[in-house]
């Protein structure tokens, strides 16, 4: 089974080169600044690094990245301290070791070391890795949020992640799909859509992987409260259709973690809280389309980006699955 990620002939992130080097040193400084200080060495000295790193920022929370070393590269930061990394290998494969789990990546198992633990890893010839760089404070944060309560105990991972996992899915095809938007869209990072991949990136992570919390996210939902779950949930949403919303927003507003906010949102209509805020937001540009006095293409970029659709083709998808009919028909057909 492919997995959603691949290496593609252009490097990913170009446009967000750091920098490119032969020098050892010079690689162990520059990745440094990004990650943490770090010990650096190669098994083969005779042959020459051909490190790269291009590091695209979303907001505060997250960085996506692309890391290269060329031949074979022993890297030990010690304690990562404040974030967390998914490591997902393009080609070739890593030994990691963190506290007392060890495991080796490659294409179909990413690594997840935890900042509390220490690490250390060896990177094969030629094992190219994409990086998803995750606050520690950012992440705990979200999975008090999600789970409804305090939780005092450090998050730590399971340092093994298998991309095959059809829970993982959905994660996988966003990085893919978020990592082309920054390519291609000079106003992605630091937007309204950013704000909300970073929380989806987090609370994806939090609920689809394992860690030594993952019971907390996992109590089944009072179904005494569904009903006015639901409702709060979903006027909160619609109050807020062109404003950043979370799932931890919800969870915050209405008082159930995430597991019960989910349940009873699938129990009422079959659709998750975020399904919802999509349809309403595409709902709500319909409204807007068909009460425009314009009839050009710049006013449906308009309205779609001022409800966070930053990305045109993916937006005319999911309005056409939806309503049957282009954007621009609505608008011409008013």
């Given at each position: ?24 040193d ?10 943490c200080?770090?010990e ?21 929370g ?7 070393y060329g031949?074979e ?15 997902i ?56 949020q999600?789970a ?49 991949a970073e ?19 996992q ?10 779950a ?24 209405v008082?159930?973690s995430a ?47 001022r ?9 005319s998808t ?17």
């Amino acid at each position: 089974m492919d997995i959603a990620l691949s290496a593609p002939a252009r490097l990913p992130l170009e446009r967000f080169r750091l920098f490119d080097s032969h020098d050892l040193d010079e690689a162990r400084d520059f990745v440094g600044r990004v990650f943490c200080p770090h010990e650096l060495s190669t098994s083969q000295p005779r042959r020459r690094l051909d490190a790269r790193h291009h590091s695209a920022r979303l907001n505060d929370g997250a960085s996506l990245n692309y890391v290269q070393y060329g031949p074979e590269v022993d890297i030990r930061p010690g304690y990562l301290k404040d974030f967390f990394l998914l490591q997902i290998p393009l080609r070739g494969g890593a030994d990691v070791r963190c506290g007392a789990q060890q495991m080796r990546a490659d294409v179909r198992t990413a690594s997840l070391p935890s900042p509390t633990e220490p690490l250390a890893m060896r990177w094969a010839d030629d094992s190219p890795h994409l990086i998803l760089k995750l606050s520690r404070t950012a992440m705990q944060t979200r999975l008090e949020q999600l789970a409804q309560r305090t939780i005092g105990q450090p998050l730590v991972f399971d340092l093994a992640v298998r991309l095959d996992t059809p829970a993982l899915a959905p994660l996988l095809s966003f990085i893919q799909c978020l990592r082309e938007s920054m390519e291609q869209d000079d106003g992605f990072c630091g937007s309204m859509l950013a704000d909300q991949a970073e929380s989806y990136l987090m609370s994806s992570l939090l609920l689809c992987t394992s860690h030594n919390h993952s019971a907390a996210l996992q109590e089944s939902p009072r179904r005494a409260l569904l009903p006015r779950a639901v409702r709060r949930a979903q006027e909160y949403m619609t109050a807020r259709l062109d404003s950043v919303v979370t799932l931890a927003d919800l969870c915050s507003h209405v008082g159930v973690s995430a597991r019960a906010l989910q349940a009873a949102f699938r129990a009422h209509d079959g659709q998750s809280p975020m399904e919802f805020l999509r349809n309403a937001r595409l709902d709500r540009i319909r409204s807007e389309l068909r009460a425009a006095s314009e009839d050009d293409a710049l006013q449906v970029a308009r309205v779609a980006a001022r409800y966070g659709f930053l990305h045109a083709g993916r937006f005319s998808t999911d309005y056409r699955r939806r309503f049957g009919e282009s954007p621009s028909r609505t608008l011409r057909g008013r």
